[in-house]
């Protein structure tokens, strides 16, 4: 979408509350103009003393306090009906913003820190807000101000609304040259935000390893060249808008010196009367007033489109086009319980210096039968969780190298390939919620609650239950962020219960249960293969106890399937699963 497209999309979402608000505003610019000409009438009535001059008098100050009073509502109105569309499009953009995070594959993610993105979210649109709510009003303030306050003052004199305007003329052209500074000054000051974000992010997610490892100092250091460089930016924005804002007021102040000595010739002229004169004055100051708010409006401007273009850089991502597909239920329902079969997968990462010589996965070809469980068996570094990344189609693919049971997996939407397949990875990730919400998260189905016996199955089968039950709230007790609260192999159990919740036809378990001991590991297994009867496991792990009782296993080696069949014709047939399992066999008798 181009800037000015989503300009027009988000003013569109307001069209009639904006349309409101130009009405309001008009009235009370007609309404500021009027009211100096009453005013003007009642002072050249206040030098005659005849009783229709007093009657013309007190009926010229009753139109002056009429005008009041509806100028005063009609500006509350004008205000609730310009500033609350931009509370509602920072809404919607905040929603935008996030639906779209929650659809760009993980390419985006890679590149754009989290921090970065916090950052737009708060302060960009923050800008956008001012942008689309006092930007609006002010612009139509100026707008009609302008416009309407010299035609009042040309039908007062021509000549002196000339010479009025010079000052103004002159202050605006200096204005010009210190805004046009601001605006890169603007754009430096939103970057430098974003930096610190992405950079007190990092740091705060490594704060346990900075106080072990005393880098509090370092750190410190670091954070305060960000900070400071974002202090000098906002210095120099103050700098210039200290010199150049107060150029306006100074023009004020010259154009009242005009008025009073060219308005006191033509008085003595008898080309002008008081009246007029303090009508001129009074004509001088709603000219000035927002010319005054220009600076204040041009900076709201240039925030606004310098934010624009950092929600943007989000939401002109393109969301890849078959991720837009999404399958009816019947077209699901056809698909479910079908084979996984991988024929000739090759990957490397794009961001690799030569992406052919460097190829993690290299010419894989395996298939998994429904209900089939199948183990994975690698070294560290050996391409598991490359090749788990493939399968859960995280990793953009080629296409013809993935098929659930005839259909392409990059030809579905990568929403719809999730309701199939689940992955429980290395790193569990707990939110900052109670136990019980960790393992419902996100499993509510068409509005049914998910029932608490189910979880509370789910967590025995992860042999999680008895943890749970001696903890003080149970399964209600809060794990703190990231789960702090909780030992790694509590993680990786809760991260399992998680993934036993949601039905799904295959299950993929990416070393899961690393820090589980051997016994654990076997019992979860069991709990697993339980549940699961009817759905497909895979089961990535370095370790030959986890794998054992597959119905297949794989040996992945540098990327390659060095060796594949069951745990006993593996033992006979590749000496690396052999050695692999003695050596283990050992760890294991030796931790007992
Ligand atoms: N995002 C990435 N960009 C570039 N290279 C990567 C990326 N992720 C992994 N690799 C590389 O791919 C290779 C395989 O990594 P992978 O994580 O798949 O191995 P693994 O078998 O799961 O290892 P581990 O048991 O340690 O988790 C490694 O050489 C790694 O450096």
Sequence with gaps: MTKSKFIMHYLLLNKFSYLLAIVCIFIVNYLQVEIPRYIQLAVDLLNQSTLESKAGLVENVEWVIALSVVMVVVRILSRMYALNPGRITEAALKNDVFHRLNRLPSTFHDKFASGKLISIINNDLNGIRLFYGIGFLQLFNILFALSLTPIWMWKISPELTLYSVIPIAIAAIIFRIGFRKLRALHAERLNRLQDLSEQLMNYLSGIDLIKNQQMGDWVTNEVNKVNRRLYDCTMQIAKIQTIYMPILDYANHFMKVLILGLGGYYLLQAKLTIGEITAFLSYSVLLALPLMHLGRIVTVYQMGMISIDSVQNILNNAVPSTDMLRMDDNEKSALRRSTLSVQNLSYGYPNAK???????????????????????????????????????????????????????????????????????????????????????????????????????????????????????????????????????????????????????????????????????????????????????????????????????????????????????????????????????????????
């Excluded at 010589?357 to 039968?369: A, P, R, W, Y």
């Excluded at 469980?373 to 995280?394: E, F």
């Excluded at 029932?451 to 149970?474: H, I, K, T, Y």
């Design 354 to 592: 030569d992406k052919q010589s460097q190829m993690v996965l290299k010419d894989l070809s395996f298939s998994i039968e429904p209900g089939e469980k199948v183990g994975v068996l690698g070294s560290i570094g050996a391409g598991k969780s490359t090749l788990v990344n493939c399968l859960n189609h995280h990793l953009s693919l080629d296409p013809g190298q993935i098929f659930w049971g005839d259909k392409d997996i990059t030809q579905v939407s990568r929403q719809d390939w999730r309701s199939y397949v689940r992955t429980i990875t290395q790193d569990p990730f707990l939110f900052s919620a109670t136990i019980s919400e960790n393992v419902k998260f996100g499993a509510k189905r068409k509005n049914q609650d998910v029932d608490e016996l189910d979880v509370a199955q789910v967590l025995e089968l992860s042999q999680l239950q008895e943890d749970v039950q001696r903890f003080g709230a149970r399964d209600q007790t809060l794990v703190g962020e990231k789960g702090i609260m909780l030992s790694g192999g509590q993680k990786q159990r809760l991260s399992i219960a998680r993934a036993l919740l949601t039905p799904s036809d295959l299950i993929i378990m990416d070393n899961v249960l690393s820090a589980v001991d051997y016994e654990t590991e076997r019992t979860i297994l069991k709990g697993v293969f339980n549940r699961i009867q009817e759905q497909s496991l895979l089961v990535v792990s370095h370790r030959v106890s986890a794998l054992e009782y597959m119905d297949k296993i794989l040996v992945l080696e540098q990327g390659e399937i060095i060796a594949r069949g069951t745990h006993a014709e593996l033992l006979e047939s590749s000496s690396y699963y052999r050695q692999t399992w003695e050596l283990q066999q050992h760890e294991s008798e030796a931790s007992a």
